[in-house]
C-alpha cells in the first residue's frame, strides 16, 4: 500500500559510519543484479543492498521463462554462459480443452523462443558475475534500510549492518530500487507525486513444485469448467504446476492426493500421456493481482522490476520485465555517470511503461481466455472459447499473439 506521504527522508544520524559511492542498488533480485553488472563492467561504482542471504535468494523458487530477447541482451553483456548451455530452448504449448489437445507453434510463427531457466540459476549467475569474478560490493542480510534526501542531488541511503548493528551511511548519486513487491523502496515514492494502478483479477493460483519429470515436451494450459490448470517444466527432475483455487485459500488444504486428482482431471484431454507424479516440494497460493507504479520516478530515485510494477503469473512476464527495466536503466546510469548524459534517466520511465502496459493488457486478455471456462458465467466461458478457437483457426490471430506471448524483440 501506497503511504499517504513517503517515509522521512531527513538525513541519518551523525553517528552512523560512513562511505560515499556513485549508485546504491537496493535489492539483489535479477533487475538489480543485471544493473549491478552493467555498472561494474563500465567501472562505475556502485554498491548491492540485499536483505537476505545470498544462500537464500539462490534458492528462492520463482520464475523460469525467459523471453529471446532478454537472454540475447544478457548474452552481449556476458552474462549469459551458462543460461545458454543449460536452458531449454522452447516455442511450443498445448492448450487442453472440450476434452482436446491443441498445439501451439508459437515460435514457427515469431521466430522467437522461450528459454527454461529457474530464477534462482539466473540469480546465482549473476551474483557470481558481480561478486565473485568482478570483485562487485553486495551487503547481504542488511536490515532497516532508510533512503534519505532523495529530492535532492545529494540522496543517501542507511541500513543496519547484520554483524555490527551499527548504522552504515551510503552516499550517492543515484538510489536504483529493486526490491520487490514488498520492498521498503516503493513507499518513498509520495502520494501526491504518483499514482498506483491496480487491478485484482479474482482468482488464486496454487503454485506447486513437484519432484517430478515433466509429463509433457511443453507447456500444458488447461481450461476446465473446475478450474484452471498448469504443467511446466523447470529441469528434468522438477515440474512446476499450476491449480485455480479461491483467492486466499489455505495450501494446507491441498494434500497431495487432492493436488493430483486435480491435476488429472483438469489436464485430461484424449490421447494425453498420464501425469508422472512426485513429492509435491512447495505449494503456497498466489493472489492474482497486478499493479502499476507510473511514473517509476521520483528524484534521484529510480524503481525497477516488481517495486514499480507487479506482473501476475498468468503470461510469464514479470522477470522479463524486470531485465527490460534493468538494461535500461543500467545503460541509462553508465551515460550518466561517465559522461554526465542524463537522456537515458529522463526517458526511463517513460520507456519502461510503454512496454509494462502491453503485457499487462496481454496478461489481462489471455487470463480472460483462461478463467473464462471455471467463471461460473456463460457469456464470459463461450467468449473465451472463441478467442481460443480464434487463435487455431486464422493465421493473421496466431501470429499476433505468438508475437504478444513471446515478447517484441529490442536492442538492449
Same mark, same amino acid.
Given at each position: 500500500?501506497?503511504?499517504?506521504?513517503?517515509?522521512?527522508?531527513?538525513?541519518?544520524?551523525?553517528?552512523?559510519?560512513?562511505?560515499?559511492?556513485?549508485?546504491?542498488? =537496493?535489492?539483489?533480485?535479477?533487475?538489480?543484479?543485471?544493473?549491478?553488472?552493467?555498472?561494474?563492467?563500465?567501472?562505475?561504482?556502485? &554498491?548491492?543492498?540485499?536483505?537476505?542471504?545470498?544462500?537464500?535468494?539462490?534458492?528462492?523458487?520463482?520464475?523460469?521463462?525467459?523471453?529471446?530477447?532478454?537472454?540475447?541482451?544478457?548474452?552481449?553483456?556476458?552474462?549469459?554462459?551458462?543460461?545458454?548451455?543449460?536452458? %531449454?530452448?522452447?516455442?511450443?504449448?498445448?492448450?487442453?480443452?472440450?476434452?482436446?489437445?491443441?498445439?501451439?507453434?508459437?515460435?514457427?510463427?515469431?521466430?522467437?523462443?522461450?528459454?527454461?531457466?529457474? %530464477?534462482?540459476?539466473?540469480?546465482?549467475?549473476?551474483?557470481?558475475?558481480?561478486?565473485?569474478? #568482478?570483485?562487485?560490493?553486495?551487503?547481504?542480510?542488511?536490515?532497516?534500510?532508510?533512503?534519505?534526501?532523495?529530492?535532492?542531488?545529494?540522496?543517501?541511503?542507511?541500513?543496519?549492518?547484520?554483524?555490527?548493528?551499527?548504522?552504515?551511511?551510503?552516499?550517492?548519486?543515484?538510489?536504483?530500487?529493486?526490491?520487490?513487491?514488498?520492498?521498503?523502496?516503493?513507499?518513498?515514492?509520495?502520494?501526491?507525486?504518483?499514482?498506483? #494502478?491496480?487491478?485484482?483479477?479474482?482468482?488464486?493460483?496454487?503454485?506447486?513444485? #513437484?519432484?517430478?519429470?515433466?509429463?509433457?515436451?511443453?507447456?500444458?494450459?488447461?481450461?476446465?469448467?473446475?478450474?484452471?490448470?498448469?504443467?511446466?517444466?523447470?529441469?528434468?527432475? &522438477?515440474?512446476?504446476?499450476?491449480?485455480?483455487?479461491?483467492? +486466499?485459500?489455505?495450501?494446507?488444504?491441498?494434500?497431495?492426493?487432492?493436488?493430483?486428482?486435480?491435476?488429472?482431471?483438469?489436464?485430461?484431454?484424449?490421447? *494425453?500421456?498420464?501425469?508422472?507424479?512426485?513429492?509435491?516440494?512447495?505449494?503456497?497460493?498466489?493472489?492474482?493481482?497486478?499493479? =502499476?507504479?507510473?511514473?517509476? =520516478?521520483?528524484?534521484?530515485?529510480? !524503481? *525497477?522490476?516488481?517495486?514499480?510494477?507487479?506482473?501476475?503469473?498468468?503470461? *510469464?512476464?514479470?522477470?522479463?520485465?524486470?531485465?527490460?527495466?534493468?538494461?535500461?536503466?543500467?545503460?541509462?546510469? &553508465?551515460?550518466?555517470?561517465?559522461?554526465?548524459?542524463?537522456?537515458? !534517466?529522463?526517458?526511463?520511465?517513460?520507456?519502461?511503461?510503454?512496454?509494462?502496459? %502491453?503485457?499487462?493488457?496481454?496478461?489481462?486478455?489471455?487470463?480472460? =481466455?483462461?478463467?473464462?471456462?471455471?467463471?461460473?458465467?456463460?457469456?464470459?466461458? +463461450?467468449?473465451?472459447? *472463441?478467442?481460443?478457437?480464434?487463435?487455431?483457426?486464422?493465421?493473421?490471430?496466431? &501470429?499476433?499473439?505468438?508475437?504478444?506471448?513471446?515478447?517484441?524483440?529490442?536492442?538492449?
Amino acid at each position: 500500500m501506497t503511504p499517504a506521504s513517503p517515509p522521512s527522508t531527513a538525513s541519518s544520524s551523525a553517528s552512523a559510519s560512513s562511505r560515499r559511492t556513485r549508485v546504491v542498488i =537496493v535489492g539483489a533480485g535479477p533487475a538489480g543484479l543485471t544493473v549491478a553488472n552493467i555498472l561494474r563492467t563500465a567501472s562505475v561504482d556502485c &554498491v548491492v543492498l540485499e536483505t537476505e542471504t545470498r544462500a537464500f535468494i539462490e534458492q528462492r523458487p520463482r520464475a523460469g521463462f525467459i523471453e529471446e530477447w532478454a537472454v540475447r541482451a544478457l548474452e552481449r553483456r556476458g552474462l549469459a554462459d551458462r543460461l545458454l548451455e543449460h536452458a %531449454q530452448a522452447h516455442g511450443e504449448f498445448e492448450f487442453r480443452f472440450s476434452g482436446g489437445r491443441h498445439r501451439f507453434p508459437y515460435g514457427e510463427l515469431s521466430g522467437r523462443h522461450h528459454f527454461v531457466y529457474p %530464477q534462482p540459476l539466473l540469480v546465482t549467475d549473476l551474483v557470481r558475475a558481480y561478486a565473485d569474478y #568482478a570483485g562487485g560490493d553486495i551487503r547481504f542480510g542488511v536490515r532497516n534500510v532508510e533512503l534519505h534526501d532523495i529530492d535532492t542531488d545529494r540522496p543517501s541511503v542507511s541500513y543496519t549492518d547484520p554483524e555490527t548493528g551499527e548504522r552504515q551511511h551510503l552516499d550517492c548519486d543515484v538510489i536504483a530500487g529493486c526490491d520487490g513487491a514488498r520492498g521498503v523502496t516503493r513507499t518513498y515514492m509520495p502520494s501526491e507525486h504518483s499514482t498506483v #494502478a491496480r487491478h485484482d483479477y479474482g482468482v488464486g493460483w496454487l503454485a506447486l513444485l #513437484a519432484e517430478a519429470p515433466p509429463s509433457s515436451d511443453c507447456v500444458v494450459f488447461g481450461v476446465h469448467p473446475r478450474g484452471f490448470a498448469a504443467h511446466m517444466a523447470r529441469s528434468p527432475q &522438477v515440474t512446476r504446476y499450476y491449480l485455480e483455487c479461491p483467492p +486466499g485459500d489455505d495450501p494446507e488444504d491441498w494434500p497431495h492426493e487432492r493436488v493430483w486428482s486435480e491435476l488429472r482431471h483438469r489436464l485430461s484431454a484424449d490421447g *494425453a500421456p498420464p501425469l508422472t507424479e512426485g513429492r509435491l516440494i512447495e505449494k503456497r497460493v498466489l493472489d492474482m493481482h497486478n499493479y =502499476v507504479v507510473e511514473p517509476m =520516478v521520483y528524484g534521484r530515485l529510480y !524503481l *525497477a522490476g516488481d517495486a514499480a510494477h507487479l506482473a501476475a503469473p498468468i503470461a *510469464a512476464k514479470g522477470m522479463n520485465l524486470a531485465l527490460y527495466d534493468a538494461l535500461l536503466l543500467g545503460d541509462a546510469l &553508465v551515460a550518466y555517470c561517465t559522461t554526465d548524459d542524463t537522456g537515458g !534517466l529522463s526517458e526511463y520511465s517513460a520507456s519502461s511503461l510503454r512496454r509494462v502496459w %502491453q503485457y499487462q493488457e496481454f496478461s489481462q486478455w489471455l487470463s480472460d =481466455v483462461l478463467h473464462g471456462a471455471s467463471s461460473g458465467d456463460p457469456f464470459r466461458a +463461450g467468449a473465451a472459447t *472463441a478467442r481460443l478457437r480464434r487463435i487455431f483457426e486464422s493465421p493473421a490471430a496466431a &501470429v499476433a499473439f505468438a508475437e504478444l506471448y513471446i515478447g517484441k524483440d529490442i536492442d538492449c
